[in-house]
């Protein structure tokens, strides 16, 4: 009188509406049951740049300083990330990158169900007085590696110049196969000599890995109790009789 549901989940944890948590209830009542499985933690350290820059896993490539500032309307907490190049004049290709470690999905990447999320935030810098980025442009890119460092795909934004306000990028796509290491690069191309800052700014940054599969599933089961017979006060068995029920 009851069935054994039991949710196959290709990615962290999920819940049942009845409210368990376990991947397998028994069904005791007919009726629909969903599961629906809990989305996974974004992976990006320092997301929002809340830790000084030289204490967390993003790395600089280039000369200049990164670091956090607290100023230009971080979008969220107190910080977002700016870039000042040693001097005015100086122009170029400057940026920041943080490698991800996502062997722990290996089987649903390389069984080709994994996806991924890359989101972030990005601005320029202009008043009524001065037009502090024109002319320097900012792009995300995100880079798929296997356990051997080769790079097996790229997706970019593309350089351009930014607004006065925060501009959302995001990435979505299925993870290649094989893939063990996310890079999340962060570029700024600097032509602006008239100040050694780029103006440029990042801010909460993310990376979740996902499934291809339903986040919320369901299942109907009918569940037929065990019967109830009513028989008449004068029926009697002897020894070997049976009972047949249709």
Request: aromatic share 14%; glycine share 6%.
């Amino acid at each position: 009188d009851s069935v054994k549901l039991e949710a196959y989940v290709s990615h962290d944890t999920g819940y049942w509406h009845t409210g368990d948590t376990a991947n397998t209830i028994w069904a005791k009542e007919t009726g629909w049951y969903y599961f629906d499985m809990v989305d996974k933690p974004q992976l990006i350290q320092d997301e929002s740049f809340e830790a000084r820059f030289t204490s967390t896993a993003w790395k600089a490539v280039g000369s200049g300083t990164w670091d956090r500032q607290s100023s230009y309307d971080p979008i969220d907490g107190r910080y977002s990330l700016g870039y000042r190049a040693p001097t005015n004049a100086s122009t170029g290709l400057y940026e920041v990158y943080q490698d991800v470690d996502v062997s722990a999905d290996s089987l649903n990447i390389d069984s080709g169900i994994s996806k991924n999320s890359v989101s972030g935030y990005v601005r320029g810098y202009f008043t009524s007085w001065a037009a502090y980025s024109e002319g320097n442009e900012a792009q995300m890119i995100v880079e798929y590696y296997d356990s051997n460092n080769t790079l097996l795909a790229q997706n970019a934004s593309g350089l351009s110049e930014r607004t006065n306000s925060w501009d959302y990028i995001d990435f979505n796509r299925t993870t290649p196969k094989f893939t063990r290491t996310i890079r999340i690069r962060l570029q700024i191309s600097k032509t602006n000599q008239s100040y050694d800052r780029a103006y440029i700014f990042f801010d909460k940054i993310s990376l979740k890995m996902r499934s291809s599969c339903n986040y919320l599933d369901s299942v109907y089961v009918q569940v037929n109790r065990d019967p109830n017979v009513a028989l008449p006060n004068d029926t009697f068995f002897c020894l070997g009789d049976s009972l047949q029920l249709n």
